[in-house]
C-alpha cells in the first residue's frame, strides 16, 4: 500500500497556480526529495499532507491519516529565553494521540518521549531549556518530536537549514535510519540536494506552476531543467555533488518580478 497517494491535484491561490495534474504515490520507506525555487509550493504541499491546506482540485490520501505523519517544521532558531525543556518539545509530538492521564498513562508516555531521546541520542541535554542548546541539538530534539509518535510518513521542511555539515550528517542520517528500520516515507523539502543525494531515491521538482518526477539523473539534467526554468539551465557533475548553473538568475528574476507585481 502506498504512504501517500495523490491524484490530479491542483493547488492555486486566486489567479497563481502553485502545481496542477501532481499524480504522485509514495512508497513505504521512499525518501522523496522535494525541490523548487522559494514560493514554488513546496511548504504548500506540506500542508496539503498535514490536511491544513485543502486541494483546489484532486484528492490526497495519507495511508493511516494525520496521526501517521510526522512533522519537522521549518526551523527557526528557538529564543534563548525558552524555558521549554528538550524532553517538553519531545512530548508534544504525543499529543493528538490517544493519551489518559492515568499514572500507567503517564508512565508509558515517559517511556516512549525516553526512547525517542534517545534514539537521537540526546539524553544528555534532554533537560535542559531548549532556548539554550546549540542549533544541531535543538534540531536533533525536533526529528525526536517527529518520530515519537511512530509516523508512517514523515514530512521534513528543509530540516538542515543553517546546521554545519556534521550536524547535517547527523540529522539526514537520523532520518534515512527512521525509513530504513520502521519503512517510514520520507518527504524532504530541501534547496540543497548534495547533502542528501545518497539517501534520494526520488525527486518532485516545483517550478513556477510546472514540475518534474523521476529519479536524480532523471530529473537533475540539463534538459529537464532547462525545460522547467524556460531558460538554458546547465547541471554539471561534479565528484558526487550536483552543481545547478543559470537556475538561481531565473529565480532572483521570478522574485523580483513577483515583488513588482505586488507593488
Ligand atoms: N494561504 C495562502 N494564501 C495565499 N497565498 C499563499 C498562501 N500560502 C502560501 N501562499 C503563497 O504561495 C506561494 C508558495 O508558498 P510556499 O510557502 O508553499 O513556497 P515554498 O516553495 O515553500 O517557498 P520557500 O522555498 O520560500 O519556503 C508563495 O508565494 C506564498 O506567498
Redesign the pocket.
Known amino acids: 500500500m502506498t504512504a501517500i497517494s495523490l491524484r490530479g491535484a491542483r493547488l492555486s491561490?486566486?489567479d497563481?497556480v502553485?502545481w496542477d495534474g501532481l499524480d504522485l504515490d509514495v512508497e513505504p520507506g521512499e525518501f522523496l526529495a522535494v525541490l523548487?525555487?522559494?514560493?514554488?509550493?513546496?511548504?504548500?504541499?506540506?500542508?496539503v499532507l498535514l490536511g491544513l491546506?485543502p486541494l483546489s482540485s484532486g484528492t490526497v490520501t495519507v495511508t493511516g491519516g494525520n496521526r501517521a505523519i510526522g512533522y519537522i517544521p521549518?526551523q527557526r532558531a528557538l529564543e534563548v529565553s525558552m524555558t521549554l525543556r528538550g524532553r517538553d518539545l519531545v512530548g508534544l509530538g504525543l499529543d493528538g494521540h490517544r493519551w489518559g492521564f492515568g499514572l500507567r498513562n503517564r508512565r508509558e508516555r515517559r517511556i516512549r518521549v525516553d526512547a525517542a531521546i534517545a534514539s537521537v541520542s540526546a539524553t544528555r541535554y534532554a533537560d535542559e531549556p531548549i532556548g539554550v542548546l546549540s542549533g544541531g541539538e535543538q534540531q536533533r530534539l525536533r526529528v525526536a518530536q517527529a518520530l515519537v509518535g511512530d509516523p508512517t510518513v514523515l514530512l521534513c521542511?528543509?530540516p538542515l537549514l543553517s546546521l554545519d555539515l556534521a550536524n547535517q550528517r547527523v540529522v539526514s542520517e537520523l532520518i534515512d535510519k527512521r525509513r530504513r528500520e520502521a519503512n517510514t516515507a520520507v518527504l524532504f523539502?530541501t534547496?540543497e540536494l548534495n547533502p542528501v543525494l545518497p539517501l534520494v531515491d526520488r525527486v518532485l521538482y516545483?517550478v513556477n506552476g510546472r514540475f518534474r518526477i523521476g529519479t536524480p539523473d532523471e530529473v537533475m539534467n540539463s534538459r529537464t531543467l532547462s525545460e522547467l526554468y524556460r531558460t538554458p539551465v546547465e547541471v554539471v557533475r561534479v565528484r558526487d555533488q550536483i552543481l545547478v548553473v543559470g537556475a538561481g538568475a531565473c529565480e532572483e528574476q521570478t522574485h523580483h518580478l513577483?515583488a513588482e507585481a505586488a507593488s
Open positions: 491561490y486566486g497563481r502553485l523548487g525555487p522559494n514560493g514554488s509550493g513546496k511548504t504548500s504541499l506540506m500542508r491546506q521549518q521542511d528543509e523539502v534547496h516545483l513577483t
